[in-house]
């Protein structure tokens, strides 16, 4: 597409051609609109072959794409991101494909964004996105994000996901689960529990508990953790407490501004998305049995977007001492 100040405007193109047309040499009235000969030629070649719309611009996108995807490649993508709701790394490592291929298939068939979706039925229920600047610290163990996920307790044999929104299984009542939720910054090793409440002491023995966890996995020392504002982080003496037994700094994200620990609030969303909302649950239990299983898939075998599609497992494992 010509832009609105250039030379050859469509309009430019037809005085070119009556130019040429008036018996005038080809290569004088080129050098008149300041374009070199081979063009005057091909618009001039144009004008006798196809009159008038022959110089109106046209998309340069090749008749044909040898390279492109096979048909019945490009049909098992949409399906797979159809049944599974889940981005181009994950299906990409399931279907032995390039993420970006997978991920050019889904842009060109205008495929929604996952963040649009609803993460049970995949219908578009968001227009927008935002995205912030992202930081990153440079070795395993520098900064844990710490937050709590609120979700509401499934009554026994259902809730409204499985029964519709009726009066009868509106489940009011039935109270919350506190999905207590760590994640490291560098590696984005994570973990979780599932508590009745959120007060300091809670929260303190999930910090000690998710320590533990990191341990075992290979992270044998936290310097910094980070939470939000609540009171059982900034006044809890427990969690306070419980920081400085790891001997790590607090940390404390500026009023209001969420994103700060963006880390651990986008491991709320993939919770709530590929475990806690994946499937209809019939009962809480069920629902909660799951969680372990659940990280496990996380840290060891689901790919991460934002660590190039590698394991968090793959981040943590230091076999040439590069953190050392």
């Known amino acids: 597409m010509s832009h609105a100040n250039a030379r050859l405007t469509p309009a430019g193109r037809l005085t070119m051609v009556q130019r040429i047309g008036s018996g005038r040499a080809v290569a004088h009235v080129a050098a008149e609109m300041g374009v070199s000969r081979t063009t005057a030629w091909r618009w001039w070649r144009r004008f006798q072959t196809e009159g008038l719309p022959g110089l109106q611009d046209r998309s340069s996108v090749a008749h044909s794409h040898p390279g492109r995807t096979p048909a019945c490649i490009e049909t098992r993508i949409r399906i797979e991101r159809l049944l599974s709701r889940r981005g181009p790394v994950w299906i990409a490592r399931r279907l032995g494909l390039p993420a ?3 991920g050019r298939v889904l842009a060109r068939h205008h495929t929604p964004r996952l963040s649009e979706c609803d993460p049970l039925t995949g219908q578009v229920i968001r227009a927008r ?6 930081y990153e610290h440079a070795y395993p163990g520098s900064l844990i994000h710490v937050d709590v996920k609120k979700l509401g307790r499934i009554p026994s044999g259902g809730g409204w996901r499985a029964h519709g929104r009726r009066e009868q299984v509106r489940g009011r009542g039935n109270g919350y689960d506190y999905v207590h939720a760590a994640i490291d910054d560098h590696t984005r090793l994570a973990y ?4 009745p409440d959120e ?3 809670t929260c303190a023995q999930f910090l000690t508990n998710a320590a533990a966890y990191f341990a075992t996995h290979g992270i044998t020392r936290i310097e910094r953790v980070i939470t939000d ?11 306070i407490s419980a920081v ?5 700094k607090q940390k404390f994200i500026r009023p209001h501004c969420p994103w700060t620990n963006g880390k651990v609030e986008r491991l709320n969303r993939t919770l709530v998305t590929e475990w806690a909302y994946t499937q209809v649950w019939t009962s809480n239990t069920d629902r909660a049995a799951a969680l372990p299983t659940w990280l496990e ?10 660590i190039r599609g590698q394991r968090p497992i793959d981040r943590v ?7 050392s």
């Open 244 to 248: 400085a037994m790891l001997g790590a």
């Open 317 to 323: 494992n230091n076999p040439t001492g590069q953190y």
């Open 129 to 134: 996105r935002r995205s912030a600047q992202r």
């Open 229 to 239: 504002n609540a009171l059982a982080y900034r006044r809890g003496t427990a969690f």
């Open 199 to 201: 007060n300091t002491a």
């Open 192 to 195: 979780a529990e599932i508590h």
């Open 297 to 306: 898939h996380y840290n060891l075998e689901r790919p991460h977007l934002g």
């Open 100 to 102: 970006s291929t997978v």
